[in-house]
């Protein structure tokens, strides 16, 4: 479900300073740089974040509702244990971007750099990650329901401990890919990378 966000948004300066609880709501924040900034339990509600970068932003226990990114540099930043409910994350960089712990329902990353990103213990459902670069990304004990992963780039993704039943990664690329045997059954796959998955487990595929 896509974020439900009025047509009519005021354009807002962000702050300074962001205190812990502090609420957004309503809002365009747009072309600037979010620096230095700590903080715990900030929520932001039906806004849209475009062209924005971020430098040194930790917001622990974040809650996003109806929120947009778009153009945005989200590198490093520290948003663990993080709740995000029907939000987009479109053209956008998250580079070592640290969700541990956070829980997605109705997330769409579109077309995003993840490479690196820390998905921890994550609880997802109903996320995609579309057109999408997740190279080293950790999803390592996840908890992952009608998540999708399409065309995207998932070489050397950590996801041991995670079940993957009904996970399809048929569309997405990978040399290799660090799973558990006994978390592989039900995910789909395609052929190609039925006899690479073969051959991580020992067996000997004649061709």
């Known amino acids: 479900m896509s974020p439900n966000i009025p047509q009519e948004l005021s354009e807002v300066i962000f702050p300074d300073k962001i205190c812990n609880e502090d609420y957004f709501e309503g809002a365009i924040i747009s072309n600037c740089i979010i ?13 849209i974040f475009k062209n924005v970068t971020c430098k040194n932003v930790a917001f622990s226990s974040l809650e996003l509702t109806n929120v947009i990114f778009d153009n945005c540099d989200l590198s490093n930043v520290d948003f663990n ?7 987009e994350m479109k053209n956008c960089k998250i580079i070592g971007a640290n969700l541990s712990g956070a829980t997605l329902r109705n997330v769409l990353f579109d077309n995003c750099y993840g490479d690196y990103a820390t998905f921890r213990n994550i609880n997802g459902k109903q996320v995609m990650f579309h057109n999408s670069s997740l190279g080293n990304a950790d999803f390592y004990r996840s908890t992952l329901l009608h998540v999708n992963f399409v065309n995207s780039c998932l070489d050397q993704i950590q996801l041991s401990g995670t079940k993957l039943a009904g996970i399809d990664l048929s569309t997405c690329e990978f040399r290799q890919i660090g799973v558990n045997q006994e978390d592989v059954q039900g ?21």
């Open 35 to 47: 620096e230095n900034q700590l903080a715990e339990y900030v929520i932001f509600d039906k806004v």
């Open 81 to 87: 244990e993080a709740i995000m409910h029907q939000v």
């Open 187 to 207: 995910c789909i796959v395609s052929p190609q990378q039925a006899i690479g998955f073969a051959k991580l487990f020992g067996l000997i595929v004649k061709e």
